[in-house]
């Protein structure tokens, strides 16, 4: 065992502050990292506040964070996949029971003894895990993945969370060109999904509450962009889209969406709001309308989309902040004051 440095919180009241965490001595299969940069996700701002208490209740202290890059500095005996100095990225998952039918065909995200980077038991050393807000992690080999060696590394870490689940459900619905796709909320996940239906050759359309952010909107990939204030705006696009992504992290009214969709088509949730969303029966029986929901994605879907990301020169647009102002930070996520992803420089942390 050793000790890392990180930032933790010791309540859903308290704000993240300095802390020292013990991380496990590497095993024959681990990856001994050093975090470079550490994306900040809003499932962080939930986690930490405990928003989420009735579905996956908070343990503390709490050491968010799983948009993780970062550089080797040892590996176990049995470790042929990676060598000390290679740049790896870790995810939302750090280990799974890899014996199960989902585990079998690589929906590790669907075990249900997954292991989650942070606020999930501890298998090693007991209590929770401790997530990217460090100077260091442990991670077995299975879940640590190759980052492309063309992509900016700061920009590359959101593509661990807000990349993965933008991508897995469009891949899932197939969207190609000559799809009519949506994506509400442009943040973190919101960004990437325009980003990646853009890429996919899809006419993407953004819906958004921030008129300040239509400009960027475009710039990302979208064809047309919506202020979702807009009755007249939102009304033209009724009944034409084949699948809409929602990427929104509070309460809100999708049955607004619900009703833009096409006969069939699909609108999936990635956002988790802590409260529940109503959703009139008749937004989903006319037109046999679908909604879903998505999560992450699994470990080979997700190098699959790092090296997607490598091709197309696909990387987050980012704001780089020190750790000492991560509780500013999450205060203006709650603002949706954020172009796109805030990531924070490990290095700030030896300081
Ligand atoms: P984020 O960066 O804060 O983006 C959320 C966006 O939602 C905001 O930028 C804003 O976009 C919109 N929004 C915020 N409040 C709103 C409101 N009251 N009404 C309508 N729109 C509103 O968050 P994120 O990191 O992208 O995460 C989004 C959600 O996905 C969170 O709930 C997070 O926990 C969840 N998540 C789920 C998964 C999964 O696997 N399913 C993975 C990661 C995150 P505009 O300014 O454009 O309106
Ligand atoms: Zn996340």
Sequence with gaps: MFNAKAYSAASAKSP??????????????????????????????????????????????????????????????????????????????????????????????????????????????????????????????????RVPSNLDLAGTAPLLCAGITTYSPMRHWNITKGKKVGVVGLGGLGHMGVKFAHAFGAHVVAFTTSPGKKEDALRLGADEVVVSGDADEIKKHYG?????????????????YLHLLRPDGNITLVGAPAKNLEVSAFSLIMGRRSLSGSIIGGIAETQEML??????????????????????????LLKSDVKYRFVIDMATLKG
Aim: aromatic letters at 8%; a negative charge; one cysteine or more.
């Design 16 to 145: 993240l502050a300095p802390a020292t965490i013990p991380r496990r001595a590497a095993t024959d299969h681990d990856v001994q990292i050093e975090i470079l940069f550490c994306g900040i996700c809003h499932s962080d701002v939930h986690s930490v506040r405990d928003e989420w208490h009735s579905a996956m209740p908070t343990t503390y202290p709490i050491v968010p964070g799983h948009e993780i890059v970062g550089r080797v500095t040892k590996v176990g005996d049995a470790v042929k996949k990676f060598k000390p100095g290679d740049l790896v990225a870790v995810g939302c998952l750090v280990d799974s029971d890899q014996s199960c039918l989902h585990c079998k065909v690589g929906h590790e995200q669907f075990c249900a003894n997954m292991t989650l980077t942070f606020n999930s038991p501890d298998k090693h050393l007991g209590g929770v895990t401790y997530g990217g807000y460090s100077d260091g992690i442990v991670v077995d080999q299975r879940f640590v993945l």
């Design 240 to 256: 034409s889209f084949h699948f809409i992504l929602d990427a929104v992290s509070a309460h809100h009214d999708i049955n607004a």
């Design 307 to 332: 090296d997607f990301c490598g091709a197309h020169n696909i990387t987050a647009d980012v704001e780089i902040i020190p750790i000492q102002k991560v509780n500013e930070a999450y205060e203006r």
